[in-house]
């Protein structure tokens, strides 16, 4: 059996001092292999972010992983901080069970910043559903991701500006948000954003053209050979045929060191469908693998 250190922090605030409005969460996981089997070996965490369980639905070799933050929503002036390095040949999913919610500012910023750093022929798909920007959030984003040389990294981020379900739209509000991807120190991929909710980029054509969800994809395992990137270009199209909102949009593009797929529609379902079949194309490619849902997307 596979033995993780695990320690936590729930140090006092001491009487005299005031109580800070924020609240901050830090989780950092180490993983590992050992005869064939990856595994959890050190988790640590502060505050309310953890790791619920790891389970092995494909066997030995991957490590799924489940994310939770016990709130269930984040406000203005939290902060959350997510840390994974794989050791070499390690091989981890990590999701979350279900949506991000993140509530209304109240003059205060909350952010989420990912850290993951991958050793040689390492693994790890950064899977989470999605995030909600409730009205009147202020949130910084931010994901940075290490690679050695030969490891291989596959994440999906999906952003609904508003609660869909209530009916409410994104009218007040901030987003900044940055990723970026290296390996062996250089620099591959780089995004950034800075948006408000009353910016012309939501309603331009060229922008979000009235949507209300933003989705991106990515994949960095070097170069997808001709025909997965056929066999990706022929789902976008099977997907613009299925929709019926003219503005929904899906792309796929790919370059040399990163692969790379875009949504932008009214629907994270959606979304999170496409990129799904993305990844069984794509992950006997990068991982030798067939895609195995985790179960917590069932529930």
Partial sequence: MDNAITLQSNTPVAQEQPILRRWEACLNLDFSKRHDRSYLAKNFHVGPLVLQKTL???GDAI?????IHPPGGVAGGDELTLKVTLAPKANVLLTTPGAGKWYKANGSVASQHLQFDLAENASLEWLPQENILFDGSEVNFSADIHLSAKARYAGWEILCF???????RWDVGKLRQSLSITRRDKLIWQERAALKANDPFFHSLIGMAGNVVSAAFVVAAGAVPAELLAKCRQLQMEQVEKITSSQTRFGVTALPEVFSAR???MSAPE??????ALWHILR???LDRTAVRPRIWNT
């Fill in 56 to 58: 092995h639905p494909e």
């Fill in 63 to 67: 490590c799924h992983g489940i994310i």
């Fill in 162 to 168: 508003g609660r869909q379900a209530k009916g409410e």
């Fill in 263 to 265: 949504y932008i529609g």
């Fill in 271 to 276: 979304a999170r469908q496409f990129f799904e």
């Fill in 284 to 286: 006997p490619w990068y």
